[in-house]
Each structure stands twice: as C-alpha cells, then as structure tokens.
C-alpha cells in the first residue's frame, strides 16, 4: 500500500465527519433544495500528500473540483499533529439575510472537536 492510499485510509472517518460539518453548516444557511448546491465528499475529493514545513512529515491534503469547469470548490488538509482544517465554497447571496453574502464555510480542530462556521462578507449598497 502507498503512503498516499494508507493515509487516505486512515484520515477517511475524519474526513467523513468533516464534510457531514461542512454540508451542516451550509444547511443551516437555509439554501433553497433547488439551489442544488454542491456538497463536499469524501470520496470525490483529489488526495496528495504534502510535505510539513515544521514537522518535514506529509500531510493529506484533499482538493475538491467542479466537475464542469474544473475549479477549485475546497480543501482539506490533515496535519501531522492531528489536526486539520477546510474549507468550502458556497459564494452565493445568504438566502435570508440580503445584506450579506456566503463565501463559504470552513471547519478546524480535531477529531474530537470539530468546529465549524460560515464565511460571510457583508454586501455595501
């Protein structure tokens, strides 16, 4: 098995997890079900690993695309000590506060702590 198959195996309840935080976070925001909004998944993510600045280990750093136009929605990266962060982007109008705008939604922590929240610009008439 390559280090790269072992470590997408390993972080893969995590990272599970962490799109279920992430698609949490953009259903809270109230998007209409018609607005068929991508979701990140696990799965569907590009997997490489990446080398730790500090620690000179790799980290999994999962990429997620458009499938149309190839552009970048998200990524997550697990780290060498544990911990992870992501992101994902919405970049749509808030769908119930008209003076702010959804960039996206990111997650941080651990796998005992998963903490997550939108990303939001306010709009200036």
Not at 28 to 33: D, N, Q, R, S, V
Not at 108 to 114: S, T
Request: hydrophobic share 40%; with cysteine; glycine share 6%.
């Amino acid at each position: 098995m390559s280090d790269l198959t072992a470590q997408i195996t390993a972080n893969r309840s995590l990272g599970e997890a962490v799109c279920q935080r992430l698609s949490a976070e953009i259903d809270k925001l109230g998007f209409a079900a018609s607005e068929a909004l991508p979701y990140p998944q696990y799965d569907e993510a590009r997997f490489e690993l990446v080398k730790d600045p500090y620690t000179g280990g790799h980290n999994l750093a999962c990429h997620w695309f458009n499938h149309a136009n190839k552009q970048r929605l998200g990524k997550l990266q697990f780290n060498s000590d544990g911990s992870f962060y992501a992101e994902f982007d919405v970049v749509k109008p808030h769908p119930r506060k008209s003076q702010w705008f959804v960039e996206g939604v990111t997650a941080w922590g651990q796998a005992d702590n998963i903490k997550a929240e939108a990303k939001l610009l306010p709009l200036t008439p």
